[in-house]
């Protein structure tokens, strides 16, 4: 069992920058062991960006320039760091565990309680 806790979100403009942390209970052996996963309002959650301890990183297409990872082994805690935020990036974001590729579409075996990120002039 993986516990997940994240802090960051918030407010923000269109160009702002942003931060989010997730720290998790133990580290995984999987390819993809955290990430972040976002849902609009009205809209089906989607695949953010997830990362690995080998410092492996893949990026969703809308993110990808714009979103990267800092790790920190000592805590267990990877933090995304969003530049030049748009209005569309306005979601609650979820930390993940174990993300993986099903076939059809990026899921996770483990869900932070989700964070709020608003950008808007």
């Known amino acids: 069992q993986v516990q997940l806790v994240e802090s960051g979100g918030g407010l923000v403009q269109p160009g702002d920058s942003l931060r989010l942390s997730c720290t998790a209970s133990?580290?995984?052996?999987?390819?993809?062991?955290m990430g972040w996963f976002r849902q609009a309002p009205g809209k089906e959650r989607e695949f953010v960006a997830a990362t690995s301890w080998s410092g492996t990183s893949t990026y969703s297409a809308n993110v990808k320039g714009r979103f990267f990872f800092s790790r920190d082994d000592k805590t267990n805690t990877a933090t995304l760091i969003m530049h030049k935020l748009m209005a569309e990036d306005t979601a609650t974001y979820y930390c993940?565990?174990?993300?993986?590729?099903?076939?059809?579409?990026?899921?996770?075996?483990?869900w932070g309680q989700g964070t709020q990120v608003t950008v808007s002039s």
């Open positions: 133990v580290r995984t052996a999987s390819t993809y062991d």
């Open positions: 993940a565990s174990e993300i993986y590729w099903s076939g059809d579409w990026w899921t996770a075996n483990y």
